[in-house]
């Protein structure tokens, strides 16, 4: 846009501009130079039509020449602030999208922590629920809650070793038949492992 105002503002000036070389008939032209130096033979300088026009239309064509650098200049400087925009808004969109990609992980793991706890308030029965029951009740993360567990149960030498003291406890089954029946049903340890 701005460039064809130039080129029009050229051509107009160039229009306006009186031809290179006057059309003057050489007798006047003589009768002039005669009138100016007199009968004498010195003669004064005289300038022509022709070298201040070429002057004043140079002058214009620099000016334009000019007008349009700086035009090519202002151009480059919009096109590189409009890629430091462009560069810009991709960057604060990526950190906007890191956000919202850090929220919805929180989110999901929120959801996740949420349906641990559920099921381990709907699995956990007898001594093991009793030991985290305060931390059922809490919205206590999962992970809490399974550390417990496996300090109060997870060792296993302390379990063989509680298991081992609650079998030398448990009578001897006789030699019959019905009597290997009653231990295998009332045995108190099969009701402690199921």
Do not use: W, Y
């Amino acid at each position: 846009m701005r460039i064809e105002r130039i080129a029009r503002e050229r051509m107009r000036r160039l229009s306006m501009d009186p031809p290179a070389s006057p059309q003057v008939e050489p007798s006047t032209v003589l009768a002039a130079e005669h009138a100016i130096a007199g009968p004498s033979s010195e003669r004064r300088e005289v300038r022509s039509v022709r070298s201040t026009t070429s002057a004043t239309t140079r002058l214009r064509l620099a000016e334009l020449e000019a007008a349009e650098k700086l035009a090519a200049l202002t151009r480059r400087e919009l096109e590189m602030e409009v890629e430091l925009v462009k560069k810009r808004l991709a960057a604060e969109v990526s950190v906007i999208q890191d956000d919202q990609e850090s929220v919805q992980d929180e989110a999901l793991h929120d959801e996740h922590q949420h349906q641990h706890q559920k099921r381990l308030r709907t699995c956990l029965k007898g001594e093991a629920r009793e030991a985290v029951a305060a931390l059922l009740h809490t919205a206590t993360d999962p992970a809490v809650i399974m550390r417990t567990l496996a300090q109060c149960f997870g060792r296993p030498e302390m379990i063989i070793d509680k298991a081992l003291d609650e079998l030398k406890l448990v009578p001897r089954p006789g030699p019959s038949a019905a009597e290997l029946n009653n231990f295998a049903v009332k045995s108190p340890m099969k009701n402690k492992l199921i």
